[in-house]
């Protein structure tokens, strides 16, 4: 019988947490996708423009970014248990914050508070699956794959509710997430006072360091603006009704789903650098089909392939770095959180350039950052030839 447990090589008395792990980047991939999807609709009832839709996506990043760098330091001061649970309150008070008032600053705070929430969620769990897994490519790739699971699903049930209400949908996400909280809060995750290795906390002055967080920085421009822009894209382009685009978010990320399995079973049996040159060029080329098509089918292909080729790229670029990275928040943090620039940056640019442009023009520009991301792979291939991942 098959044993995940054993398929990643972990002790079996940190798998239960190891499971809870999972499961709350699985909370966290459906609060994700779940702000792209009633955006449309927040937008219409709080009569939000382009410019200003796009800030909330970048406050959203603004949050994420604050809490990996702080989910890096914190468990220093009061244990990991105590830093996840407090920051990871920032979803739960953030998605309820937003049903409450169209107020632009309190919009503002509630989406960087689930950005807090997301972001200390991403670094707790790559941490600890980084810890425990000795088959860490594979056990990173199930990880994310967790959360494309809960990506996939929470469109769905906003498209379920909207017709009586869109807030009821962050009302569900926000108790799945407290519920996660405290699973996470009754676990093994050490509730003890992180203490630095020697050396820990200094800055990393590894090339392959740098490159690797510069590949995850314009990925993460391209996968911040794509999921929070896509069903907005489709709705107001006139290329799907609104149920449909709302739902082809959900094909998205199912494919990211599928994509990150078969990363998982195929990440240890080639060269990862090779992996990732593929999987970058890949959504690049079906992003590019995805914009310039007419034909919806096409159109939906695209969609689809673009998000399996996506699938791999972060986790699979994470299981390169080195183990003495991996294994450190304050490495992971620094690593996630200078990538989550990108993530700040690019949606507002988006809808900076649709309020002047069109929707179409202002989603054209995420082909810049995957062009860029492609080079910096392509290098990572040229240099990587030496160094054993």
């Not at 998205?252 to 240890?268: F, K, N, Q």
Request: charge should be positive.
């Amino acid at each position: 019988m098959f044993s995940l447990g054993d398929f990643l090589v972990v002790k079996k008395e940190n798998r239960s947490l190891l499971y809870r792990i999972y499961f709350a980047f699985f909370a966290s991939g459906a609060m994700t996708t779940l702000l792209g999807a009633i955006l449309p609709e927040m937008g219409e009832v709080y009569n939000l423009d382009y410019a200003f839709r796009g800030v909330l996506l970048s406050a959203h990043q603004i949050g994420n970014l604050v809490a990996v760098i702080a989910s890096g330091f914190i468990p220093y001061l009061i244990g990991r248990k105590r830093s996840t649970f407090i920051l990871g309150l920032g979803i739960v008070l953030g998605l309820f914050l937003m049903t409450l008032t169209g107020n632009p600053i309190l919009l503002f705070l509630a989406f960087a508070l689930t950005g807090i929430g997301r972001g200390t969620m991403s670094n707790i769990t790559n941490v600890v699956v980084g810890e425990n897994a000795e088959n860490k490519a594979a056990g990173l790739n199930l990880l994310h794959a967790s959360f494309a699971v809960g990506a996939f699903i929470s469109p769905f049930v906003a498209v379920a509710v909207i017709p009586a209400s869109w807030r009821i949908a962050p009302w569900i996400f926000s108790l799945l997430m407290l519920i996660t909280l405290l699973l996470i809060f009754f676990s093994r995750l050490s509730s003890e006072k992180v203490k630095k290795e020697k050396g820990e906390g200094t800055i990393p002055r590894s090339f392959h360091f740098w490159l690797n967080t510069a590949i995850m920085f314009f990925y993460l421009c391209a996968e911040a603006s794509l999921t929070g822009w896509l069903v907005t894209y489709f709705q107001d382009a006139g290329i799907f009704p609104d149920a449909v685009s709302t739902a082809m978010q959900s094909f998205l990320w199912i494919m990211i789903l599928v994509g990150r399995l078969m990363c998982a079973v195929v990440s240890p049996r080639m060269n990862k650098n090779i992996l990732i040159l593929i999987l970058g060029l890949m959504m690049t080329g079906f992003f590019i089909l995805m914009i310039t098509a007419e034909n919806p089918v096409v159109i939906v292909i695209a969609v689809f392939l673009v998000g399996f080729s996506m699938s791999g790229i972060y986790p699979t670029t994470l299981s390169t770095m080195e183990k003495k990275y991996n294994s450190s928040t304050v490495a992971t943090g620094l690593c996630i959180g200078t990538a989550t620039v990108g993530a700040i940056i690019m949606p507002t640019i988006v809808g900076s350039v649709a309020e002047s442009a069109g929707i179409k023009g202002g989603v054209a520009t995420i082909s810049v950052a995957l062009a860029i991301m492609v080079i910096l792979m392509i290098i990572k291939v040229i240099t990587g030839r030496k160094v054993r991942n």
